[in-house]
Structures are given as structure tokens and as C-alpha cells.
């Protein structure tokens, strides 16, 4: 793990209170990301994993407590400090949310466009070689309609990766995907992680990704509203002592562990 | 036991209350074997399936009806095919007021795995969250709540629209104008046979109405005035105005919609990009320089449908007609009339895009949110257009 080696943690969350109308989800969740982690995020079906995603990148507005990304208190941030950090971080959504009224490489130019000086040329040999990174080269010319579920998702982390963020953050990578197209991915996120040093935030429920890519899980917990289980998933799979993690980790119903 | 499934129809024969014994293809079949060791031993036979089960628990209230409460036996041996329907309808009669203590007796190995997963549910269960029933003043609360938050909404979606605006006004180059072609396009350019064809048609109704009424006093030249004067203060900006809201209002809404829907909007804001100024900007934008170039458009099909029926049917000559109506609109008109069709466009594309980003989750929100697009814009014209007839009134 890179961790050791960083000085202040990518990401801070403090006393982070949130949930929707009454229903309370996080009630004081406390973690830090270290630079250059692999860091996934799980838990079952609506314990609140997309939520904290959405709060993370500063799509939803905290009740209480403080996210800090890069340095940047989202929860307190101006329009001018949020426009700096949004050029830091990348986000893959699940469905790879790529405009569907735009080729792969218009996709992967947008950020590139309005972010940068650079010329059409310039940009051009960028976004051939992010193209290239995800396995997408001579693609540049397609409509996302036009390829396969995970070839959007490679798209989509393609445009995600565009200004070389130094936070990328993923929800659900493999829903969706066949094994093959779900382990290729997986791949691809670690190499990059480890190529790139990017610190990499991964929401996911899939075992199987999660033994693959991850340095570092926190698990979260509906009952408790907070964090159930937090650091290397071979050690929790080994040791945990809580009957959910047991549960989650070895994929047998609760009942039977408990 | 066999595995076919029934087919609709394979059988139409029921069984009829009061028979101690039904014979049928496939139809379940009940009797009661009388009493043995305190238990009421109930014989079953045919098919106990979903599609028999009105009949058998007519039939199992029927055949249960007189006798005394004492525990069932219900033997399964003839039983050719139970389907967790069927099996719960067995079920249901140890349960509820009229309840017996049931046991199950000659179950085929695959019945009883069907009563032994219904076993271990929890049929009986009330619903965790009561259904609420509000009363006429909690309505009346949620109403307001709903006008206040929908106002809200507008109000922050004009704020950001106008800082949008000053934004390209300040940096013009920042605006997306390849977007703003290709939307001038699609509205403007895509929608000239549509605006025509309704204009030159309500021209030549117009003029058809009125020759009708004014030949009889000999005055066919007015025709001419009155059809200019209805297209060109009224009905051209109105006729545009609609068309432009069914066809590029609903776009809109449906295509900001779907990709609220499938998270390109938040993809957009994740990237720094301001949903407004990205998506919407540009589609008022093109709306307000094309939609009075549409209406100029539709003065000249409406008064060219009108021309048609004066030349053709009232003899009037080409030249007349064009003269007649040239000396009925004033410079005033038209020009009033272009700026309250830019009103128009803010307020149809304004809206369509509001509303698209109103929708959330799913298919259903987009169709919604379309269909109030397309009907709050044809309001709002209609609102703003009796405005601009008072104003209007008062100017000239």
C-alpha cells in the first residue's frame, strides 16, 4: 500500500451525518483515503454505498460533518474551489454516462476543451492515447449506442481519466458485465491505480472485484448506520468476527452464520 | 405425479355446490371421508392449481360448512399436481376465524416441498408501514408544499438561465455555438414545412370565414385587411409559438429528461460543467433567434393561404390583395409581434428544459415531465400573450 509513503490523506471524511428527508443513513461515519489507494466501498443492497459515492463527489449535500477532498472542504466549498476540485477527481458511473449525442472521442475531448488551452491537434493525440489506455483505440469515431456494455464502461473511464485526476472514483464497475468483461475491468483499474498512482475509490458488492483490486475496504452496515468492518477484505475474510462481514465475505445467507 | 402446466382452457367443467363427488378432466376433486379418531379426514384428487381455485374454496367452505370444528386430515394420494396456489389454499384453511388445526396425510415427495416453502413464510404478516389516509387539510398542506417547492424550482432554474445569459454576454466565446446551429436547426429549419402548412391552412380558413359574412355587403377587399391583421398581430406568433412548444419543447424535456435519468447530468456536473449553461443555454438560446424567423415565416404562408381564396374565389387580383394588406399591418405590428414570439421562444425552450431536469428515475418521469412541458408552455403563452395584448392596447 502506498499509504505509508503519502502525508495528507486524499480524501477526510469527519462526523459525516446524512440521509434523505427523516430516514437517517450515516449517523458520525468517520475514514480517510490515502494517496494512491485502492479503496473500495461495500456493503449489501441499500446500506448506502451509492449515497456516500454521491456525497463524495459533492452531488448531495452532507447534514452534518466534513468531506475533504484534495484539501477542499466540499461541504463548506465556494462555486470557484468546487470548479478546481471537480478538475481533480473523475467519476465512472455505473451506466458509464457517456452523451449519447457525442462519438467516444467528442466524450473523451469535452473536459479536455473546457478545461485546457491546448489546441485540436493536441487534444486529439490525448484523447487517442486515453482511448488506447482502455482498450478503445480506432474506436474514436463510435456513438456509445453503438458498442457494448462494457466497452461503455471502458469509455466512460476513458473520459473519467481525461485530465488525469488524481482521485477517480467508480459506482458499481462490474454491475452488469459478463465475468470475462467484469475481471478485464477489474484489471484495467488496478494497472491504472498502480501505472498512474491514482488514488482510486471503488463502490462495488462484487466479491470477486473486491478480492481482485482492493487495498483497503470499509464495509458500511444499514443497522448501524456507519462503518461495520474497515481494512485488508483477505484479513476480514479470515478473521472478522461479525457475523455480516462473515456473511458478505464467504456469500451464505445471514441466517445460517448467525 | 405430472409436471405439465395447465394449459387456459384445457377444462371448462366446475364443480358445482352440493355434489359429494366431482368427476372432470384435471378438475380437483373433494370429499369428505368423514370422521376418524376426532380429525376430519377431507380425500383430495385432480389438479389443485391456480386455475382451479375460486371453485375449491367455494367447494372447501361448502363441504366444511356443517360440520364441526374438529382438526383436518387432508389426504393428498390422488392429487396429481399442486401448484403453491393450490398449496395455499390448502393452507388458508387452518388459518383465519373459521381456522382448523390441518396436517397433510400421503403428500407426494414434491407436494410436500411446496407446503414445507410455504411452511416457512410469513403469509400472515400485517404490512410494516399502515397505508396513511390523509385528511383534506394535510392535502391542502401537500399541495402548497408542492406549488412552493415547483416555484422554487422555476425561479432558481431563471436565476441560473440569466446568469448563463450574462456569462455568454461577457464571454461569448465560451458559448457552445456549434450546439446553438445545430439547435437553430432543429427548430427552426425542421419545423418550416409544419409552420407553413398550419399557417397557409388557417390562412385560407380565415379568409374563407370571412368572405363568407363580408360579400354580402360587397366588402371582399377586407379580406384581405382581416386576415393580415389576425396572422400578423395574433395567430402567427400564437400558431408558431404552439408548434414550436409540441415539437421542440417536448424534445426537449425528453432529452434533458433521459439524461437526468441515466446520470449524464451528474456525469456534467462531476466534470465542473453547469447543467444550465451546458444544456439549456444553448437551446434558449437558438429558440429566441429562430422562433421569430419561424413567425416572419408564418406571417407570409398565412397570408399567402388567405391570397389563395381571394384570388381564386373573390376574384380579387394578386397585386389588390398584397396592397390591401400592406396598408392594414403597420411596421408596429411586426415588430411587436417579433418580440413577443422571442417571449414565446424564452418561455417555451425555458420551460421544456426546466422540466426535463425535474425528471427523476425512471421512464415514466420523462413521459410526465413532457407532457407538462409541452401543456405549462402553451399556458404560460397564452398567459403571456393576453399580457401583451393589454400592454399592446394601451402602447398603441
Known sequence: MKTASSNKPAITVEDLTAGYDEQLIFDRLNFQVGRGELFVILGGSGCG???????????????????????????TAGEQSMKGLRTGIGVLFQSGALFGSMTLAENVALPLQEYTDLSPAAIERIVAMKLAMVSLAGHENHYPSEL????????????????????????????????ITAAELDHLIKDLNRGLGTTMVVVTHDLDSIMTIADRVIMLGTEKKGIIAEGDPRELKMHSQDPLVQSFFNRQPLKTVL | MGNTYPWPGHSTATISPGTQRMEGHGVPIIS???????????????????????????????????????????????????????????????????????????????????????????????????????????????????????????MTFLGELLVAMIHAIRTPH???????????????????????????????????????????FGADIYVASLVGIAIVKELGPMMTAIIVAGRSGSAFAAEIGTMMVDLEVDALVTMGFSPVRFLAFPKVLAAMLVVPLLTMYSFIFGIGGGMLVGVLGLDLTVFTYIQQTLKSITTFDIVTSLIKSMVFAVLIAGIGCQRGFQARGGAESVGSMTTSAVVSAIFLVIVADSAFAIVLHYLS
Open chain 2, 174 to 216: 465560451s458559448v457552445r455555438w456549434a450546439d446553438v446551429l445545430d439547435q437553430m436547426k432543429r427548430i427552426g429549419v425542421d419545423g418550416l414545412p409544419i409552420v407553413g402548412l398550419i399557417s397557409m391552412l388557417v390562412g385560407v380558413v380565415m379568409a374563407f370565414m370571412s368572405a363568407l359574412q363580408l360579400k354580402q
Open chain 1, 49 to 75: 454505498k451509492s449515497t456516500l459515492l454521491r456525497l463524495l463527489i459533492g452531488l448531495k449535500t452532507p447534514a452534518a460533518g466534513r468531506i475533504v477532498v484534495n484539501g477542499v472542504d466540499i461541504s
Open chain 1, 148 to 179: 457494448s456494455g462494457g466497452m461503455v464502461k471502458r469509455a466512460g473511464l476513458a473520459r473519467a481519466m481525461a485530465l488525469d485526476p488524481s482521485i477517480l472514483f467508480f459506482d458499481e464497475p462490474s454491475a452488469g458485465l459478463d465475468p
Open chain 2, 32 to 154: 369428505v371421508s368423514g370422521e376418524v379418531e376426532g380429525e376430519i379426514l377431507l380425500s383430495l384428487s385432480g389438479r389443485i392449481t391456480l386455475e382451479h381455485l375460486e371453485t375449491m374454496n367455494r367447494e372447501f367452505q361448502s363441504r366444511l360448512a356443517g360440520l364441526p370444528p374438529a382438526p383436518l386430515a387432508v389426504d393428498l394420494a390422488e392429487v396429481d399436481y399442486l401448484d403453491s396456489a393450490g398449496a395455499l389454499a390448502l393452507m388458508m384453511l387452518g388459518k383465519g376465524d373459521g381456522g382448523r388445526p390441518i396436517r397433510f396425510v400421503n403428500a407426494t415427495p414434491q407436494a410436500e416441498q411446496i407446503i414445507d416453502l410455504l411452511g416457512r413464510l410469513d403469509l400472515y404478516s400485517q404490512h410494516l408501514k399502515p397505508v396513511q389516509h390523509f385528511s383534506i387539510l394535510e392535502y391542502a398542506g401537500e399541495a402548497t408544499f408542492y406549488i412552493i417547492r415547483g416555484f422554487r424550482h422555476i
